[in-house]
Antibody
Framework: QAQLVESGGGVVQPGRSLRLSCAAS????????MHWVRQAPGKGLEWVAV????????RDADSVKGRFTISRDNSKNTLYLQMNSLRAEDTAVYFC?????????????????WGQGTLVTVSS | QSALTQPASVSGSPGQSITISCTGT?????????VSWYQQHPGKAPKLMIY???KRPSGVSNRFSGSKSGNTASLTISGLQAEDEADYYC????????FGGGTKLTVL
C-alpha cells in the first residue's frame, strides 16, 4: 500500500525559506516521477512542480519558477520542495503525489497516490 | 495560461445522473487527450477518477465516465449516491498542468 507523508510546513514570514519533505513507503519510489500540488485555503488545486524518477528532469509552474526547487533522494525514499522568497500567495496545503501508472504504462501528468498534505502559512 | 472553467456547483438527487463541464481552449483541452478528473472530499487528498479523457483507473466505479467535445471535457456521474458528494476538479496539460476551479457536487 503506497503511503506518502509530508512534513515541514508551518508559519513563515514573507521573504523567508522553508523546505518540505515527502516520505514515501509501500512502493518502489525510484520508479515514479513525483509531483507537488498545492491548494490555498478554500480554493482549488494548483500544480507546482514535477521531478522525473531519477531526478534528471524537473519542470515547474510559472508561479514558482526561480523560487521553488523540487528534488528527490531515492536512497532515502524522500521528495523535497525547497521554497525560497515566500509570498503570502504561497499560503496553501502542499500535497506530494506520484505519477499514475496503469498495467499498460505510466503517465507523467496524472496524479495517483497522494499524501495528506502539509500546511504552509506565509504571514508576518 | 488560465485555469480551466468549471461550474461552481451542481446538484442531483440519489439515482439521478449529473454532468460537470470543463471548458478550456484549443491550446489545452482541445489539443490534447490529457484530461483527468479528481474527486476531493472535505479535508482529504484528491483521488484520480478519470484519465486520458475517458479511462477509469482500477477500482473506480463505472458510474463515473468522461468525454470531450472540442474545447470542453465532461464528467458524468450516473446513479448518484450520497458518497459522491464532493468537490470535483478537471485537469489538462498544455505545456504545463492546468486545473479547473472545481465544482461542488451536492447530493440532495
Amino acid at each position: 500500500q503506497a503511503q506518502l507523508v509530508e512534513s515541514g510546513g508551518g508559519v513563515v514570514q514573507p521573504g523567508r525559506s522553508l523546505r518540505l519533505s515527502c516520505a514515501a513507503s509501500g512502493f518502489t519510489f525510484s520508479n515514479y516521477a513525483m509531483h507537488w500540488v498545492r491548494q490555498a485555503p478554500g480554493k482549488g488545486l494548483e500544480w507546482v512542480a514535477v521531478v522525473s524518477h531519477d531526478g534528471s528532469d524537473i519542470r515547474d509552474a510559472d508561479s514558482v519558477k526561480g523560487r521553488f526547487t523540487i528534488s528527490r533522494d531515492n536512497s532515502k525514499n524522500t521528495l523535497y520542495l525547497q521554497m525560497n522568497s515566500l509570498r503570502a500567495e504561497d499560503t496553501a496545503v502542499y500535497f506530494c503525489a506520484t505519477q499514475y501508472c496503469s498495467r499498460t504504462g505510466c503517465y507523467l501528468y496524472y496524479f495517483d497516490h497522494w499524501g495528506q498534505g502539509t500546511l504552509v502559512t506565509v504571514s508576518s | 495560461q488560465s485555469a480551466l472553467t468549471q461550474p461552481a456547483s451542481v446538484s442531483g438527487s440519489p439515482g439521478q445522473s449529473i454532468t460537470i463541464s470543463c471548458t478550456g481552449t484549443s491550446s489545452d483541452v482541445g489539443s490534447y487527450n490529457l484530461v483527468s478528473w479528481y474527486q476531493q472530499h472535505p479535508g482529504k487528498a484528491p483521488k484520480l477518477m478519470i484519465y486520458e479523457v475517458s479511462k477509469r483507473p482500477s477500482g473506480v466505479s463505472n458510474r463515473f465516465s468522461g468525454s470531450k467535445s472540442g474545447n470542453t471535457a465532461s464528467l458524468t456521474i450516473s446513479g448518484l449516491q450520497a458518497e459522491d458528494e464532493a468537490d470535483y476538479y478537471c485537469c489538462s496539460y498544455a505545456g504545463s498542468v492546468l486545473f479547473g476551479g472545481g465544482t461542488k457536487l451536492t447530493v440532495l
